[in-house]
């Protein structure tokens, strides 16, 4: 492969290397790439290095100290280690695994957040069709429109998750990442999320990591296993969960162990 | 076995009443000094209190004496330990917020680095140092080196240096209650590091860090010790910050040597005492309205 933008492909990961200490690494030595408007699951077992390879495609884990990484990520055939983080975060949006609205901001202020965080100034009446455009878009507009004005903490959890996916795309990034977005939600909500993310992925293309594997089955286009740091199978996803390539993939989609 | 089973069970009835009992006497026992204090300053010192003891300064001897001798209020008031304490208040909060809340933040951020730990140990040290001691430090580096004299900057030295620790820790603790996953939700949005402490560290421990800063407050407007070495003390209302200056405790202290004054000491003191009190009634208030965490 060579670094000419990829139309297929929006991510592109080489041989990625990530290491919290000297010699351990959390995500060793990993390549894939993500199509574009697609979900792309990343499945594994806890501390198999599934949130820390999501978090590098916007940088997020170089915010623990001492990190080592190897290896490059491409980004429309640019590495996101050249890019400035502040200009990759804006196209690489992320929500997590816990709610987390700005508590100290109401609704409205929340999903222009991006903006403000950023300075950038806009005219009263864009950020209105911002803030209408993004909660339409995670179904949250009818249920919120009166009261915009209040505490984005007085929603509910999967209305805050909501919320929160909205904040993201607020900014009209090209990929979203997902950090186990559902773990901390009831059924319901959980439903309603799934049920956005399969909206989403038509704008946006969306990289999940989770560790239900019933939950990637039914929405992910593409899935990627991780074991030990290592990317042990990757592909489609119906592939992956019928017809396993390797032993282990098999061992943890049974239910052996994970 | 049945038998035993329930005896067990009177036991630690009886037991929990007695522990019960015990808890209660101890928060009554406690409480009782507090509401003697207040009875007492406000039985004695409420007939002091009137427009002339907030806007004259404090009268001499003699006019005390006289008053007294004749059965009358003692004329004059606090206004010059009033002004001098709001100087100093002020001039010591305008350097301890700043800096405490910034070097708050630096430990909190770096909590992992040697120096930050190194720091805050420092701040520990710092605020178990007795106050006359700031006193002495302020006096051999102000008074004897830049103002030539007791003065009103002093005495802001040395409360700045009370101040400092308590806010450092009240903002070191605040933060450390933030959710990791709010400041991870302002880098997601490609927020810059410093705006990410003044838009959302910031605003969201409001309450704590005003909390803190209240008491700090409260705990400075009452001390003594250090200003004797400082600010000395002043007849008149001033406000010039390189020359001596009194403060309300001060005056409750200059009140007590004076025979002629006792009544004074009263009233100044319930004044003081609601004065602080009105200050953590406040933070309270403020705390309650602007929590988010």
């Not at chain 1, 594994?44 to 999501?54: D, E, V």
């Not at chain 2, 204090?37 to 209190?49: F, H, S, T």
Request: net charge positive.
């Amino acid at each position: 492969m060579n670094d000419t933008p990829d139309s297929e492909h929006v991510l592109t990961i080489k041989e990625l290397s990530i290491a919290y200490e000297p010699g351990r690494y959390a995500v060793n030595d990993v390549s894939a790439a993500i199509r574009r408007n697609s979900i792309t699951a990343i499945m594994g077992p806890s501390g198999c290095g599934k949130s820390t390879l999501l978090r590098a495609m916007n940088r997020m884990h170089e915010l623990y100290p001492n990190i080592e990484t190897k290896g490059d990520i491409l980004l429309d055939g640019q590495s996101i280690f050249s890019m400035s983080v502040i200009e990759l975060r804006r196209k690489v949006g992320m929500v997590f695994q816990r709610p987390n609205p700005f508590p100290n901001m109401t609704i409205y202020e929340n999903v222009v957040a991006g903006f403000s965080l950023n300075d950038i100034r806009m005219k009263k009446s864009q950020r209105d069709d911002i803030v209408e455009e993004a909660l339409r878009n995670v179904a949250l507009w009818d249920e919120v429109k009166e009261s915009l004005y209040r505490k984005g903490t007085f929603l509910s959890g999967g209305q805050q998750q909501r919320l929160c996916v909205a904040r993201a795309i607020a900014f009209n990034p090209e990929v979203l990442l997902l950090d186990e977005p559902t773990s901390a939600l009831d059924p319901v909500a959980t439903s309603k999320i799934e049920d956005l993310l399969g909206e989403l992925k038509k704008k946006y293309t969306l990289v999940l990591v989770t560790h239900n594997m019933s939950q990637a089955a039914r929405i992910s286009d593409d899935s990627m296993f991780m074991y030990l740091g290592e990317l042990v199978e990757s592909g489609r996803t119906e592939i992956l969960f019928t017809n396993p390539k390797d032993s282990r993939t098999e061992a943890y989609l049974t239910g052996k162990f994970g | 076995m049945k038998k035993e089973l329930s005896d067990n069970i009177g036991r630690r009835n009886r037991a929990n009443g007695w522990f019960r009992s015990l808890v209660i006497a101890g928060s009554v026992i406690t409480i009782i000094p507090i509401f003697l204090i207040v009875g007492n300053l406000a039985v004695k010192g409420y007939r002091q209190i009137n427009l002339a003891f907030f806007t004259e300064p404090a009268p001499d001897t003699f006019q005390a004496m006289m008053a007294a001798s004749s059965g009358e209020i003692i004329p004059g008031g606090i206004a010059n330990g009033l002004t001098g304490s709001l100087l100093m208040v002020l001039m010591a909060s305008l350097i301890a917020v700043p800096l405490g809340l910034m070097t708050g933040i630096y430990i909190y951020e770096n909590s992992t680095r040697r120096y930050a730990a190194f720091i805050r140990s420092l701040t520990e040290i710092l605020q178990g140092v007795p106050s006359i001691i700031l006193g002495i430090i302020a006096y051999l580096w102000i008074v004897k080196n830049i103002t030539r004299g007791y003065s009103a900057l002093a005495g802001s030295v040395s409360l700045t240096i009370m101040m400092l620790p308590l806010i450092i820790r009240s903002t070191e603790e605040t933060m450390r209650m933030i959710p990791v996953t709010i400041r991870e939700a302002a880098f997601a949005l490609g927020t810059p590091y410093y705006k990410m402490i003044y838009k959302i560290l910031i605003p969201v421990s409001f309450s704590g860090l005003a909390t803190g800063i209240l008491l700090a407050l409260s705990r400075i407007l009452g001390e003594t010790a250090p200003l004797m070495l400082t600010a000395l003390g002043s007849p008149a209302i001033s406000l010039d910050i390189t020359r001596p200056v009194s403060a309300v405790p001060l005056l409750i202290w200059d009140f007590y040597n004076d025979p002629n004054m006792v009544n004074l000491v009263w009233s100044a003191s319930l004044f003081l005492m609601a004065f602080v009190l009105s200050m953590n009634l406040l933070a309270r208030s403020v705390a309650s309205k602007h929590k988010y965490i």
